[in-house]
């Protein structure tokens, strides 16, 4: 028997920008084609944090402006940087989600 662990590190919302794929779908396309952003991705992720409520208007992590540049953000956390996120599953559900995308690492 094999057991599938999947874990949610980020879901991002960005209502009022065009999220279809010629939009923030192209702008996640092209940072998974540039090479070592997997993998600089996969080492942010290390990195991030629940954000607090109170910390929410000072990081552009936690903007909905960020879009998918989100990647790179979080491409960028180290150890002395750490990006505060929200996890928010359930905006894909929300009847103003037009377009969800999932990158699996």
Known sequence: MRL???SFSL??????????????????FNF????GNIERLKNGLQH?????CETTRFWPSLSRDTGAEILEIIAQATAQKHVP????????ND?????????DL
Do not use: M
């Not at 991030?48 to 607090?52: M, P, Q, V």
């Not at 996120?85 to 894909?92: G, H, Y």
């Open 11 to 28: 879901s991002h919302s960005t209502l009022q920008w065009n999220g279809d794929p010629e939009g923030q779908g192209l702008i996640i």
């Open 85 to 92: 996120v929200v996890l928010e599953l359930s905006f894909a």
């Open 32 to 35: 998974l084609l540039k090479s």
């Open 4 to 6: 599938l662990q999947w």
């Open 48 to 52: 991030i944090e629940c954000a607090r």
């Open 95 to 103: 009847g103003r989600c037009e377009w969800a995308y999932v990158v």
